[in-house]
């Protein structure tokens, strides 16, 4: 995901778009983005990675949105895509805090 905003930032400095129309780099980043996150569900047995998947597919149903309508507006689009970033980081973080619990709780049992 760090490397995705990353990526994404650079695209908008090399391209010059600002949120107007379909941003091609950060339309093939997000695809890149989501392939990666589909591979972490499949090979996963946790749940987190189906909810940031979920969450990531909605914003790049954004960019579908922009491209088969290029009159929305800028703030819509910006909006939007950033907006399903927030509960794709709180699938992580609970992700994460699920993770570290099973070992720390098998560390307490076992001593």
């Known amino acids: 995901m760090i ?9 908008f400095h090399v391209s010059g778009t600002a949120w107007t129309g379909l941003a091609t780099s950060t339309f093939y980043v ?11 569900t ?8 189906m909810w940031a998947t979920a969450f990531h597919l909605v914003a790049i149903s954004i960019h ?8 929305i507006a800028p703030w819509a689009l910006a909006t939007g895509t950033a ?3 927030y509960p794709m980081i709180l699938a ?16 307490l049992h076992s001593g």
């Not at 490397?3 to 695209?11: H, P």
């Not at 997000?30 to 972490?40: E, H, P, S």
């Open 3 to 11: 490397i995705g905003s990353v990526a994404t930032t650079l695209g």
């Open 30 to 40: 997000d695809m890149i983005v989501l392939l990666a996150l589909i591979y972490l």
């Open 42 to 49: 499949m090979v996963s047995d946790r749940y987190w990675p």
């Open 64 to 71: 579908v949105a922009t491209a088969v309508a290029p009159d």
């Open 83 to 85: 907006f399903w970033a």
């Open 92 to 107: 992580l973080a609970i992700g994460a805090h699920e993770y570290a619990r099973p070992s720390e709780a098998e560390r």
